[in-house]
């Protein structure tokens, strides 16, 4: 990742990466051989799990009773047929009033009360949350996830909220 990525996007999330990350991340920088030891406290953290797709079930209506008005959360799927895992996160908190919620560094995340999550315009699912639906456009998304429009069916949908120490 070159020093400009790292300004725009990783710089912007410095306040939840916090300090001793932060100066691991600069000092890797310059020098690529240094080791990072402010990772270790990752591997030993919990992160509660608010929505589990194959313990709670696929469906909106249990997604927004176990999500909405829960900042500061990750979404991450397991492709379907691939080991593709796809991950977002919401800094804001998941509501189901048909209203879009603007984060600066992550364009539009949003919810509807008739749908689960979706992240930019194209990258959502609808009534059923096992299947999501992708449709590429340039001037939202950085990386081409796939080359056209397409549903892909996901085998698990996991939620869950970061917290501070």
Known sequence: MSGKDIVAKVKPYRQFLGLNLWDDISIKIMDPEASISSLSYLLVKKFPSNFLGTRDGFTYKIFHRLCDNIPGTVVVIKINGTNEIL??????????????????TTDIIGCANFRGPFFGKYFYTRY?????????????????????????LIDEFKVFQVLKN
Do not use: C, M, T
Request: proline residues 2%.
């Open 128 to 152: 059923d949350i096992k299947q999501w639906n992708y449709v590429h456009n340039d001037a939202d998304y950085e990386k081409l996830l796939r080359s056209d429009e397409i549903s892909l």
């Open 87 to 104: 991950d977002g996160y919401n800094p804001l908190s998941w509501i189901s009033n048909d209203q879009f919620k603007w984060f600066a």
